[in-house]
């Protein structure tokens, strides 16, 4: 069956630039996470999304970061005015509930020159 | 803060014999524990969980060893194969307080050699 996908797979951008990373979780699933992985480091907890609750944002490493999620399903993660150290690769993961295993996607590699 | 450490960066072991990943923790709030596999230009995707009320967890060739009073647990892969090799990442979850989403370390890069 389909997993999570994610697109781009891989994106480089110039500082400075916008830009918007998608999720598409798998179907049914309500809840939604984002994460990143920058180099020599774990994943690092973004941003939460739970059926049709404020998401948890306590994850965001700053303002220029923010994500929605449309009709409880497709995710975009939006960075503003992107930076070197943004350099990561993005992942979703999504789950049936709160507390059930997460599925991630392959990430998306984004490079900011 | 790190609250979940894996402070071997990587990990070599012959074919056939034992890996052991360990893992330590400082925020005693976690209530379960989990291990996700990586393959390069892949997501994690889940190995195997403990609860925070026991002490093993056993799935085939994977067990996962918790000890609460030193904040510490393993996962032992017996007998390791060529394919285990990847990147194991240990996580903690706090069902309490955050909703869901996982502490990740930093992971440990096991190479199983033929």
């Known amino acids: 069956g389909a997993g999570v996908s994610q697109s781009p797979s891989n994106k480089v951008t110039e500082k400075g630039k916008d830009v918007e990373l998608r999720c598409d979780p798998i179907s049914g699933h309500t809840a939604l996470y984002w994460y990143r992985q920058s180099l020599g480091q774990g994943l690092e907890f973004l941003i939460y999304?739970?059926?049709?609750?404020?998401?948890?944002k306590s994850g965001l490493p700053s303002d220029r970061f923010s994500a929605e999620r449309t009709g409880g399903s497709v995710s975009t993660l939006t960075i503003q005015r992107t930076q070197q150290e943004d350099s990561a690769v993005y992942l979703c993961a999504s789950s049936s509930g709160n507390y059930n295993e997460q599925f991630f996607g392959p990430g998306t590699r984004l490079t900011v020159l | 803060d790190q609250q979940v450490k894996q402070n071997s960066p990587s990990l070599s072991v012959q074919e056939g014999r034992i890996s052991i990943l360990n893992c330590d923790y400082t925020?005693?709030?976690?209530?379960?524990f989990l291990w996700y596999k990586k393959y390069p230009a892949e997501g994690p995707t889940f190995l195997i969980s403990i609860s925070s009320i026991k002490d093993k967890n056993e799935d085939g060739r994977f067990t996962v060893f918790l000890n609460k009073s030193a904040k510490h647990l393993s996962l032992h892969i017996v007998p390791s194969q060529p394919g285990d090799s990847a990147v194991y990442f240990c996580a903690g979850m706090n069902y309490g307080g955050s909703q869901g989403n996982l502490i990740f370390g930093k992971g440990t890069k096991l190479s199983v050699k033929p």
């Open positions: 925020n005693s709030m976690f209530d379960y």
């Open positions: 999304f739970q059926g049709n609750s404020a998401p948890d």
